[in-house]
T-cell receptor, first 109, second 115 residues
Framework: GQNIDQPTEMTATEGAIVQINCTYQTSGFNGLFWYQQHAGEAPTFLSYNVLDGLEEKGRFSSFLSRSKGYSYLLLKELQMKDSASYLCAVLDSNYQLIWGAGTKLIIKP | ETGVTQTPRHLVMGMTNKKSLKCEQHLGHNAMYWYKQSAKKPLELMFVYSLEERVENNSVPSRFSPECPNSSHLFLHLHTLQPEDSALYLC??????????????FGPGTRLLVL
């Protein structure tokens, strides 16, 4: 079966750095997405990786290793508004998105 | 602003009621999706429409009935639901319908409670 694993919940301090990991086992791979979802709101696109390596976008970076079936989202200089759930999703060989259950990130002052 | 709107935002219904969820996208996209999001579970894809034709139905119970009258509008008709159907129902759209690294744009969702 297809599976996406990410931690259920993480806590970090304002101003610090946090890394949210995602591991996947899917039938084929056509890219990996990260979405952010604030409580009661729509998921919003953060990043898309299809090649190995690190993609940086402001305070957020996303890393992919296809050989290890692994990705992480790195958030720097954390702000209170970064408190949200972060969803990892993989596009499989049929171009179907397989979603993780999400990681709830709690930022403390 | 997301470009995808959903109404109502909240809905409480009894098991014998019939109701409809509405989604509208203002992005000029050709594909639209219905997802179910339950607490601490992955998003579950329910239906996909591309150019107003249904291309995917992931074995969803018949008490959920989608309708896509045009590429901008998507409905989810609900009847004789069960309490376990209580969840957040999200609508999304994308440019072409899932091929390649398309980004999906989500609406804010309808929080459904079935009593």
């Amino acid at each position: 079966g297809q599976n996406i694993d990410q931690p259920t919940e993480m806590t970090a301090t304002e101003g610090a750095i946090v890394q949210i990991n995602c591991t996947y086992q899917t039938s084929g791979f056509n890219g990996l997405f990260w979405y952010q979802q604030h409580a009661g709101e729509a998921p919003t696109f953060l990043s898309y990786n299809v090649l190995d390596g690190l993609e940086e976008k402001g305070r957020f970076s996303s890393f992919l290793s296809r050989s290890k079936g692994y990705s992480y989202l790195l958030l720097k200089e954390l702000q209170m508004k970064d408190s949200a759930s972060y969803l990892c999703a993989v596009l499989d060989s049929n171009y179907q998105l397989i979603w993780g259950a999400g990681t709830k990130l709690i930022i403390k002052p | 602003e997301t470009g995808v709107t959903q109404t109502p935002r909240h809905l409480v219904m009894g098991m014998t009621n019939k109701k409809s969820l509405k989604c509208e996208q203002h992005l000029g996209h050709n594909a639209m999706y219905w997802y179910k999001q339950s607490a601490k579970k992955p998003l579950e894809l329910m239906f996909v429409y591309s150019l107003e034709e249904r291309v995917e139905n992931n074995s969803v119970p018949s008490r959920f009935s989608p309708e896509c009258p045009n590429s901008s509008h998507l409905f989810l008709h609900l009847h004789t639901l069960q309490p376990e159907d209580s969840a957040l129902y999200l609508c999304a759209s994308s440019q072409e319908g899932g091929k390649g690294g398309e980004t999906q744009y989500f609406g804010p969702g309808t929080r459904l409670l079935v009593l």
